[in-house]
């Protein structure tokens, strides 16, 4: 054999390993039953992502996924058009960061973004990806003991509320509540302290005389612990116009972001903050989901030189209170400050918060804050089943055609049509190889299987025009060796002419396409490229080895 036989054959068995260790992560994820791939997500989420990037991804139609349609409204200041794009941009960048393959995200109308997500199915999380508007902020809390003489107070009115609701409700009466400053607030407190007298009334008089406070399950001077089948009423109370008057200015009340649980029972929490916004999220640079010691998700932050400052003075002067980590006036947690923290931190989620809600607070942090606010009009999921369902019948469709050309090619050329074969095999092999490729990261879609297909085709059709022009040679006489030569030289210019033209067919459907067009585009085109690799390379090395024989089985 020759140097530059022996070359070849290095080249394209490289190729050949290249792609086998490129598509085996392929293999392991798409073979696992959905149970399997949730489970494993459960178990040990770092692995189930890494598989899940380095696998081939699949388009809305094959695997499922969430069809949103969003609505932006229109600013109070700047042009709706210059926010519609902005909005746009924070949006892809989050779907991005987050891994969806292939996602389709573009304006519809003049105020509407419409964001198609392969494989994403969870419509919470979905909401949470691409609606909130992630205002990163954080708030010291009051001190327990003005936090207690609050809701003291709100008891107070509460029961006023109920017993005369039209005296309380009267205009004077709630010009003179709205008077109520935090220092009218202590005094109660001091009339009043924590436990005084309580514990001598009986259990019924004690609800009567505390509304709000017989809802709270637990108290601990930061959160107030509330059973969820209570929420509403809370709220409701809380809402009451009376309620809202004696809240001091620069108090707000914030529920956290989601429920835990105690056993089987769901509980919200409920804190008081303090409304100053002590440094916000403008100075975050970075964040990332980890597990902390007891392996509970969390999210570890950076934040930029103006931002370290702020936030060592601030965890500094603090040290042992508690500061809320405020996202979209909901509270993440409120962990007590140990030490003085400098440019980074890490966001303890509470409740019972999964690896992904981490990952999504991480993504959307990081993303930044959308500029207006949006609203989902219209969501509807493509269930996995439906894309299951196509698969099976793509692989059915392309296993059928794929045996009946291997059969036709040997049955019709003998030893020549198994090449063929195999070079058709190995043109498969490099276009999904090609897909996988780090940085391209190309999403299979049924029109991308139906270009796949159509290459199929044309690769055949350009080993049938060599071996016909090797057939002719041999006709006139020539030995196999100049049989060959000529063949390929022959076919050499109607292959690539054939082949071009399909490029640019494939070129103007990729420009002026969308969405599956654009797909079908791709596929297509490195299909044909590939092709003439495998036709005009790969066949004529096994060729070149074949001129020593005097016949030729074609």
Excluded: C
């Amino acid at each position: 054999m020759r140097q530059s036989q022996k070359v070849s054959l290095i080249i394209v068995a490289v190729l050949v390993l290249l792609s086998l260790y490129g598509l085996y992560p392929s293999l392991v994820y798409h073979s696992m039953s959905h149970e399997e791939q949730e489970t494993l997500k459960a178990e040990n989420p770092t692995e189930y992502y890494a598989l899940k990037k380095k696998s081939l991804k699949l388009g809305l139609d094959l695997k499922g996924g969430m069809h949103i349609v969003l609505q932006v409204q229109k600013p109070e200041e700047g042009k709706l058009s210059d926010v519609l794009d902005r909005v746009l941009e924070i949006i892809r960048n989050r779907v991005d960061k987050i891994g969806v393959a292939e996602p389709q995200i573009q304006t519809s109308g003049i105020d509407r973004i419409v964001v198609d997500l392969p494989g994403f199915t969870d419509i919470e999380q979905a909401k949470k990806l691409i609606g909130e508007t992630a205002q990163l902020q954080f708030k010291l809390l009051p001190t327990p003991e003005v936090t207690q003489a609050l809701i003291n107070q709100i008891d107070s009115i509460l029961v006023l509320v109920k017993t005369d609701s039209s005296d309380i409700s009267s205009k004077d009466e709630t010009e003179a509540l709205s008077d109520t400053s935090m220092e009218a607030i202590v005094d109660i407190f001091e009339e009043q302290a924590p436990g005084e007298d309580t514990s001598a009334e009986s259990e019924e008089d004690y609800y009567s005389q505390h509304p709000f406070m017989r809802l709270v399950h637990q108290n601990d001077g930061t959160r107030l612990v509330i059973s969820r089948t209570d929420y509403y009423e809370a709220q409701r109370l809380l809402n009451f116009p009376e309620v809202q008057a004696i809240i001091p200015k620069d108090i707000q009340l914030a529920w956290a972001t989601r429920d835990f649980y105690i056993g089987e029972r769901a509980y919200q929490s409920l804190y008081f903050l303090k409304k100053q916004v002590e440094l916000s999220g403008d100075h975050l640079i970075d964040a990332n989901p980890t597990f902390d010691q007891f392996r509970r998700p969390v999210v570890n932050f950076e934040l930029d030189g103006a931002g370290a400052k702020m936030f060592s003075a601030l965890t500094g002067a603090n040290v042992d209170k508690p500061l809320a980590i405020v996202l979209d006036d909901r509270v993440e947690s409120a962990p007590v400050i140990r030490s003085r923290i400098r440019d980074k931190g890490q966001i303890e989620l509470g409740g019972n918060a999964t690896w992904d809600e981490a990952r999504l607070l991480s993504v959307v942090l990081k993303a930044g804050a959308l500029p207006a606010k949006v609203d989902i009009i219209q969501n509807s999921v493509i269930g996995p089943s439906l894309g299951q369902d196509s698969i099976n019948k793509g692989k059915k469709a392309s296993l059928i055609g794929l045996l009946l050309v291997i059969a036709l090619m040997l049955f019709y050329y003998r030893i020549s049509g198994l090449i063929a074969d195999f070079a058709l095999l190995l043109n498969f092999l490099f276009i999904l190889g090609f897909m996988i490729i780090p940085g391209i990261n190309a999403t299979l879609t049924l029109p991308g299987i139906a270009g796949i297909i159509l290459t199929m085709g044309i690769s055949v059709d350009s080993n049938v025009l060599i071996f016909e022009r090797i057939r002719e040679e041999l006709r006139t006489g020539k030995t196999v060796r100049a049989a060959i030569d000529a063949g390929y030289s022959r076919a050499l210019l109607t292959i690539v002419d054939s082949h071009v033209t399909t490029l640019i067919t494939a070129l103007f459907l990729f420009m002026f396409g969308t969405g599956p067009i654009k797909g079908f585009a791709v596929t297509l085109s490195v299909g044909v490229s590939l092709s003439l690799f495998t036709a005009l390379f790969v066949t004529k090395i096994i060729f070149n080895m074949r001129k020593k024989y005097k016949a030729l089985s074609i």
